[in-house]
């Protein structure tokens, strides 16, 4: 039945794939009514205690953005693989590689194959109604994590992911305190359509209206690639645009943004003339922060694996969850960073 069931959804997605393209709205809500996901719960709990009951491993499909996208991804990947291996799951992880219709017809395979729980990070925020739906019929819990999808919530069980809206605004917050004659700022966006990205994204350009910024350029770098935004970056001094702030959607951009300065010879950082903000807060970022290359790097937890292995214990037993969890996240700038922020860090 199951299956019958999940082999029309595919059927219909072939006919809906080409009109899945919705224009995205960031929510900040904080905890939503549990009893929400308690009646979810129910009839995802009787498929996960059904697969309880018998014994066999719980079965998690994930479908993840790209392999090798940053540092904060790799990170990522292996967390949930550790975590899910320690509990026991058999984790079937696929990878989008930059392609939404990819990731799509990824997630409706995992639902064919009856997987136990379908964990969804997005490359894209929109178009994933078809693939909730079919979860939603073939009775498995479709859980977001890292980054919210634009679905309403009784189309999915729960979430964790981080506010990214949050994350930009504590930047914006920080960057009015430095107090700067003048503020040209350069965006490196990540990938487009991603509520990294948007949420990012959308502070800095709110901020910049709301305190008459200047942004002298705002392009998002596909695959959030640190290659692409040296080379943005070297162009963009070539052209004699001036700018005294880079703000880096994560870290591997904002280090590729000061490979290219460095080979201008541009100053950036504590004593330099260029304001370097990052995003992820990665280990060797931090040092960077130490070292006073990059003035500020807010924090984007990368370590999702033990809370969706708690999540899904939950579901398997029955048991209430927070519909939409964040993640608790801070920031480092050159003036709170120390040895032992940087010696903690796990990523
Ligand atoms: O900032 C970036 C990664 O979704 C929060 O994706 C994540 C972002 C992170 O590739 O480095």
Redesign the pocket.
């Known amino acids: 039945m199951k299956k019958l069931l999940s082999l029309v959804l595919v059927l219909t997605l072939a006919f809906s794939l080409a009109a899945c393209s919705k224009t995205v709205a960031e929510t900040t809500t904080a905890k939503a009514d549990t009893t929400v996901a308690a009646t979810t719960a129910k009839t995802d709990e009787t498929a996960a205690a059904t697969t309880a009951k018998t014994g066999a491993k719980l079965v998690v499909g994930v479908v993840q953005?790209n392999a090798n996208?940053?540092d904060?991804?790799t990170a990522n990947t292996k967390s949930f693989n550790e975590a899910f291996a320690a509990a026991g799951f058999e984790t079937k992880m696929v990878f989008g590689e930059g392609d939404h219709a990819k990731q799509i017809s990824q997630a409706m395979q995992l639902i064919q194959e009856e997987v136990d729980y379908l964990v969804v990070l997005g490359l894209q925020s929109a178009g994933w109604e078809d693939v909730a739906k079919a979860a939603k019929e073939a009775g498995i819990p479709f859980i977001m994590a890292?980054?919210k999808l634009d679905l309403t919530e009784d189309l999915y069980t729960a979430m964790v992911c981080?506010d990214f809206a949050a994350e930009g605004n504590k930047a914006v917050d920080w960057l009015k305190t430095q107090a700067l004659d003048s503020y040209n700022i350069v965006v490196l966006g990540?990938d487009t359509g991603?509520s990294?990205q948007l949420g990012r994204s959308k502070a800095i350009e709110d901020g910049a209206k709301a305190n008459g910024w200047t942004i002298v350029f705002n392009q998002n770098m596909k695959g959030?690639d640190e290659t692409l935004a040296k080379q943005a970056v070297a162009d963009l001094i070539a052209s004699g645009t001036k700018f005294n702030v880079v703000y880096a959607?994560?870290?591997?951009m904002a280090r590729g943004a000061c490979a290219a300065m460095d080979a201008a010879g541009i100053t950036y950082g504590k004593t330099g003339d260029v304001k370097v903000i990052a995003?992820?807060a990665n280990k060797w970022a931090l040092q960077n922060v130490l070292d006073g290359k990059f003035n500020l790097d807010v924090e984007?937890n990368p370590l999702h694996g033990p809370r969706i292995v708690e999540l899904i214990n939950k579901l398997a037993a029955g048991e209430a969850v927070e519909k939409n969890a964040y993640v608790k996240e801070e920031m480092f700038d050159t003036a709170t960073i120390t040895q032992a922020i940087v010696d903690a860090r796990t990523y």
């Open positions: 953005t996208e940053s904060w991804r890292d980054r981080s990540g991603s990294a959030w959607e994560n870290d591997n995003f992820d984007c």
